[in-house]
């Protein structure tokens, strides 16, 4: 069996819940995409991939391993599009993706020399570094662990008569502190449904299980300014919406990450209270007693 030549970094499994579809869509369905040129319905399929991205050489390598972690997800999904409530597992399991999903994006920029596989796996292989996790050398039992046991993750709901978007690289890390690595991710699941990733250790989250107005349109506003080419949506955006959209992407200074033989770093939001998400509210360590 040969490889795909299609290599998609963002994942049919993916996008495809962003179809006026729902619950039922294939790869085949339709989705809203919006960019600095067009406003046009395209096929699920034909959306976020490169000839070979990842590799030219052993193309069944990267099909196989991206293979069983949309396998999981696209269960994940179903569960939250029938309104059931996901397990430990599967919550870990949006962890994966939400990083998964960060790390084979094409905002890295390889300088490894090699495929664009080989710096997924550096970037995999760096994750140590980028979340803190004490030892550089970290096993990834010892990373996956670390998640377990300090990281949650909660699905909010879109604001009133609102639904969300996404993009071409839907899984933003952002930080309370800028000499920190990510402390929560967010990435949208659905047009309804937003996933949050965090770690309990910095960040606590509100008690409501929707967002506000405000939220939504920050959560909005953040994707399109990280979106590498486009932003998808589940109905014809109106012209309004257009116009706002496109004037946000022709401001924004396009994120990237690099990925050398040495080391990875990649895009971080910094939460501050200029440009809050009111969802999240950082844990502040105590004041000195003078």
């Excluded at 550096?122 to 970290?138: E, H, Q, W």
């Excluded at 770093?265 to 501050?272: C, D, E, F, I």
Aim: proline content about 6%; aromatic content about 10%; charged content about 25%.
């Amino acid at each position: 069996m040969h490889g795909a030549k299609k290599q998609h970094y963002l994942p049919c499994v993916y996008l495809k819940q962003f179809s006026s579809a729902g619950a039922n869509a294939t790869r085949t369905s339709k989705v809203w995409r919006l960019d600095s040129k067009r406003c046009i319905e395209v096929t699920v399929k034909s959306e976020g991939h490169e000839k070979y991205f990842y590799s030219k050489s052993d193309p069944e390598k990267p099909e196989s391993h991206f293979g069983n972690i949309e396998m999981q997800y696209g269960l994940i999904a179903q569960k939250i599009w029938r309104s059931q409530v996901p397990t430990r597992n599967d919550y870990f399991g949006l962890i994966v993706v939400m990083i998964d999903i960060h790390l084979r994006s094409p905002i890295y920029q390889n300088q490894t020399g090699a495929e664009n596989f080989k710096a997924y796996e550096t970037r995999v292989s760096s994750l140590g570094n980028i979340l803190g996790v004490p030892k550089s050398d970290a096993a990834m039992h010892e990373i996956k662990e670390s998640f377990r046991k300090f990281w949650r993750v909660r699905l909010l709901k879109s604001a009133p008569n609102y639904e969300f978007i996404t993009s071409d690289c839907p899984s933003l890390w952002f930080t309370t502190d800028e000499h920190q690595g990510p402390q929560f991710f967010i990435m949208p699941i659905t047009p309804f449904h937003l996933a949050v990733a965090f770690d309990l250790r910095h960040v606590r989250m509100q008690r409501s299980n929707q967002i506000t107005n405000h939220d939504q349109l920050t959560v909005t506003r953040d994707l399109i300014g990280h979106s590498q080419n486009a932003i998808y949506c589940r109905e014809k955006p109106s012209l309004e919406m257009i116009e706002k959209i496109r004037t946000c992407l022709s401001r924004r200074r396009t994120p990237t990450g690099v990925t050398n033989n040495y080391e990875s770093y990649g895009p971080l939001l910094v939460w501050s209270e200029e440009d809050r998400l009111d969802f999240v509210n950082p844990v502040r360590p105590p004041a000195k007693v003078l």
